[in-house]
T-cell receptor, first 114, second 113 residues
Framework: AQSVTQLDSHVSVSEGTPVLLRCNYS??????LFWYVQHPNKGLQLLLK????ATLVKGINGFEAEFKKSETSFHLTKPSAHMSDAAEYFC????????????WGAGTKLIIKP | DVKVTQSSRYLVKRTGEKVFLECVQD?????MFWYRQDPGLGLRLIYF???????EKGDIPEGYSVSREKKERFSLILESASTNQTSMYLC????????????FGPGTRLTVL
């Protein structure tokens, strides 16, 4: 069955240092993958998406993610963390069985230390 | 700007009560979704609707029902609320054929006592 695994439930970095949020997926073919962000007391927002075009995808707020089929990974990175990046991040894949459904990772809470 | 609104941000109900959660979107989207979000579990799909009066069960439909009488409105109903339905409920909408982007409401935090 398809699945998405976010390898860390919490990631803590200092402001100005790089961010890495890890995501692995399982899929029988090249999937469509996304990262969503949820700031405290705000709705979920699409950060970026991969839909079989360029493997390096740029999103909002300086984030990017690289699709690596050989590693079945779609890790989210940012060169320099900002305090406003503190939020929960979700890795998501479209279901192979139904394009209505999204399969969600459990989420990673990003904590930014001053 | 796409806007998805939910009727309440916070709701407290008692066990056995009937609960209605309302969601309205203003972008004429065909598809609408109800999720619940619990810590460590991500989002789980309860029901979705691909058009007016159409509905499909998601992964965890037990204890819930839905209604979509108008395109812009999708209601989630808890017929008899139970404590294990205490959760954050999120509504989303999406244009038919554009699989990649769902637009989310702010959520309703429901507590069942």
């Amino acid at each position: 069955a398809q699945s998405v695994t976010q390898l860390d439930s919490h990631v803590s970095v200092s402001e100005g240092t790089p961010v890495l949020l890890r995501c692995n997926y399982s899929s029988s073919y090249s999937p469509s993958l996304f990262w969503y962000v949820q700031h405290p007391n705000k709705g979920l927002q699409l950060l970026l998406k991969y839909t079989s075009a360029a493997t390096l995808v740029k999103g909002i707020n300086g984030f990017e993610a690289e699709f690596k089929k050989s590693e079945t990974s779609f890790h989210l990175t940012k060169p320099s963390a900002h305090m406003s990046d503190a939020a929960e991040y979700f890795c998501v894949v479209i279901s192979e069985d139904s394009n209505y459904q999204l399969i969600w990772g459990a989420g990673t809470k990003l904590i930014i230390k001053p | 700007d796409v806007k998805v609104t939910q009727s309440s941000r916070y709701l407290v109900k008692r066990t056995g009560e009937k609960v209605f959660l309302e969601c309205v979107q203003d972008m004429d989207h065909e598809n609408m979704f109800w999720y619940r979000q619990d810590p460590g579990l991500g989002l789980r799909l309860i029901y979705f609707s691909y058009d007016v009066k159409m509905k499909e069960k998601g992964d965890i439909p037990e204890g819930y029902s839905v209604s979509r009488e108008k395109k812009e409105r999708f209601s989630l109903i808890l017929e008899s609320a139970s404590t294990n339905q205490t959760s954050m409920y999120l509504c989303a909408s999406r244009r038919q054929g554009v699989e990649d982007t769902q637009y989310f409401g702010p959520g309703t935090r429901l507590t069942v006592l």
